[in-house]
């Protein structure tokens, strides 16, 4: 009786970690990317949404960031996909070089690279998502391009507004928020952080209709 029991629980163990390894073997997997500078003297600046954006979805999955390789990393779960965030350590002008390495480390598809950056060609406040696109000047963007070969992935624009003098452009992205647009940021961010398990579960087309804004 006893050696029948025995033989039960070791082929009912033995049959859930063949389950678990299938599983794990067949997880879909996401990389999402959050641009801007390290250092606290960036930390407050418009050129920095893309790190406050994953933070504050990092936050409400009840998960914190922690070192790794070419930047801070976090893990999540969404409806058995796996989540990998990053916000770059390299620094905005050299991102590729973080985002290819994860990419390359976790066998990440190219087609479950979701970036969030900054865009000055959007009121503060508005989301524009695509599936695909030119860097737009943005020299974040353009370093991703240049080290995974494509800029056929998905990304987050989140308008920071356009109001600088002729010239002064690297000032401004690299300034801090208004005290009005301090006051609305919390819930701009909210939202941008919310295409993100929608990006995950449902795809681009779906959270490009929902979320894309007017203004």
Do not use: C
């Not at 070791?10 to 970690?17: D, E, G, N, T, Y």
């Not at 398990?197 to 490009?208: D, E, K, L, Q």
């Amino acid at each position: 009786m006893f050696g029948f029991l025995r033989r039960f629980f070791q082929i009912r163990s033995q049959a859930k970690v063949e389950s678990e390894t299938r599983e794990k073997s067949t997880e879909v997997k996401y990389l999402i990317v959050g641009l801007g500078n390290i250092g606290a003297e960036y930390a407050e600046t418009r050129h920095n949404i893309g790190f406050k954006v994953l933070d504050a979805f990092a936050e409400a999955s009840n998960t914190s960031f922690s070192a790794g390789r070419y930047g801070s990393i976090a893990e999540v779960r969404l409806r058995g996909h796996s989540v990998l965030l990053l916000k770059p350590s390299t620094y905005m002008n050299l991102s590729g070089k973080a985002v290819r390495y994860w990419m390359q480390t976790e066998k990440i598809p190219q087609e479950n690279l979701f970036v969030v950056v900054d865009d000055i060609a959007l009121p503060f406040g508005t989301l524009r998502l695509r599936a695909k696109g030119s860097d737009g000047g943005h020299n974040g963007l353009k370093n991703i391009n240049e080290m995974i070969g494509s800029n056929e992935y998905a990304r987050l624009r989140f308008g920071i507004g356009g109001d600088f003098p002729k010239g002064h452009q690297v000032d401004y992205v690299l300034g801090t928020w208004t005290p009005e647009e301090r006051a609305e940021l919390p819930e701009r961010v909210r939202h941008a952080a919310e295409a993100i398990p929608s990006f995950v579960t449902t795809g681009i087309a779906r959270t490009m209709n929902q979320f894309n804004t007017r203004s």
